[in-house]
């Protein structure tokens, strides 16, 4: 192990209200579902409820700095697993 | 499958039935939809996935709408948002033919799937529409179409296309019957995407608990190793993620690894 300690304010770029009008244009963008959002921001550790996180995408609340770097991974991740919009029925992701 | 003498008790109906029927476990012989009926659902329940339903699907609808002087081929096309399009046919010949058809990006089978309707060409050598894929359906020896839109109550889109070798090869009872397959068959199309619907979102539940664990577990020891928070934990790994552009899970299977010495973990901080 040599990774060191983090600063939990290391957001993206422009701040937090930035990362939060970078996410809530992803979401229109995207064609995912917000249910299918969630599962993957919980798989990644998030906490937030999907209300919340609803709320976060339309730019009407705000979240903790963690949960929201852990829905800018989640985008991320998604982004990278193309196979995970278009995948068949009956198969594991 | 029902046995041979089960054909026998039916004997008192009024048609004789050429399909099979399930005498067997119910003392009064069932009419021909709830025959119908049963079928279609022994199919939801017996298919493993929707790909192989719509298959059994498409080579029941073939059956059931052949009538001895003409021979149907039948193929099925739904469109599931966000999830693509799936199609079967009940044998080469109208797997070809719907490929044709979107080949052509247009045709009586795709306009009664965006119009949510019945398209029905009586003689492709004589139909105006499409001249293009007429002529190349003639070709294949198809002299008429009957496409009927499913009804699946907004899920998805799904359209039934049947293909007769022979013009005029669908007469009125023949679209009639095949309208009420149709209306039967959306029933159990709809169970059987609801179903896939379901057992995919578990899938995907239970690869996220998995996920979790897996990073629940790395922050625990990233806690203990550091002697720092939670959060603070948690931002060590996300760091760590952006950084190396690697998959946050995958940062934590590292971590877990280092810790216990699982070799077969993909140790990612040995680069």
């Given at each position: 192990m040599t990774?060191?300690?983090?600063?939990?304010?290391?957001?993206?770029?422009?701040?937090?209200?930035e990362q939060r009008r970078v996410a809530a244009e992803w979401f229109q963008d995207a064609d995912a579902g917000l249910g299918t959002l969630?599962?993957?921001?919980?798989?990644?550790?998030?906490?937030?409820?999907?209300?919340t996180l609803d709320a976060y995408l339309h730019e009407l609340a705000d979240l903790p700095p963690l949960q929201a770097?852990?829905?800018?991974?989640?985008?991320?991740?998604m982004d990278s697993e193309h196979h995970y919009w278009d995948h068949g029925e009956g198969q594991t992701p | 499958?029902?046995?041979?003498?089960?054909?026998?008790?039916?004997?008192?109906?009024?048609?004789?039935?050429?399909?099979?029927?399930?005498?067997?476990?119910?003392?009064?012989?069932?009419?021909?939809e709830d025959s119908l009926g049963y079928t279609l659902q022994d199919l939801v329940l017996e298919s493993p996935d929707v790909e192989e339903f719509l298959t059994d699907f498409a080579v029941l609808a073939a059956s059931e709408l052949s009538t001895a002087s003409n021979a149907v081929t039948c193929g099925v096309t739904v469109i599931r948002r966000k999830k693509g399009v799936a199609a079967?046919?009940?044998?080469?010949?109208?797997?070809?033919?719907?490929?044709?058809?979107?080949?052509?990006?247009?045709?009586?089978?795709?306009?009664?799937?965006?119009?949510?309707?019945?398209?029905?060409?009586?003689?492709?050598?004589?139909?105006?529409?499409?001249?293009?894929?007429?002529?190349?359906?003639?070709?294949?020896?198809?002299?008429?179409?009957l496409a009927i839109s499913l009804d699946l109550a907004g899920e998805a889109a799904a359209v039934l296309n049947l293909y007769s070798a022979r013009a005029h090869g669908f007469s009125g009872p023949d679209i009639t019957a095949a309208q009420a397959f149709a209306e039967h068959a959306a029933k159990s199309l709809r169970l059987a995407l609801r179903l896939a619907h379901?057992?995919?979102?578990?899938?995907?539940?239970?690869a996220a608990m998995q996920s979790r664990t897996s990073i629940d577990t790395?922050?625990?020891?990233?806690?203990?190793?550091?002697?720092?928070?939670?959060?603070?934990?948690?931002?060590?790994?996300?760091?760590?993620?952006?950084?190396?552009?690697?998959?946050?899970?995958?940062?934590?299977?590292?971590?877990?690894?280092?810790?216990?010495?699982?070799?077969?973990?993909?140790?990612?901080?040995?680069?």
């Open positions: 990774i060191g300690p983090g600063n939990i304010g290391d957001a993206l770029p422009g701040g937090a209200s969630w599962t993957y921001f919980y798989s990644v550790g998030g906490d937030a409820d999907e209300v770097n852990l829905l800018a991974i989640t985008m991320r991740e | 499958m029902n046995s041979p003498e089960s054909r026998e008790e039916g004997g008192s109906m009024a048609e004789t039935q050429p399909t099979e029927t399930h005498a067997a476990q119910n003392p009064t012989p069932p009419g021909r079967a046919s009940s044998d080469e010949k109208g797997r070809a033919l719907d490929e044709l058809q979107n080949s052509f990006g247009d045709g009586p089978c795709l306009t009664a799937l965006r119009d949510k309707t019945m398209v029905h060409v009586p003689d492709t050598g004589a139909e105006a529409r499409w001249p293009a894929y007429m002529n190349a359906v003639s070709r294949h020896g198809i002299g008429s179409i379901l057992r995919h979102t578990r899938d995907d539940l239970a790395a922050v625990g020891i990233i806690m203990a190793q550091n002697r720092c928070g939670r959060d603070a934990a948690f931002s060590v790994l996300t760091q760590a993620s952006n950084h190396r552009n690697v998959k946050l899970r995958d940062v934590a299977a590292g971590v877990i690894a280092s810790v216990s010495g699982e070799s077969e973990l993909p140790a990612y901080f040995d680069e």
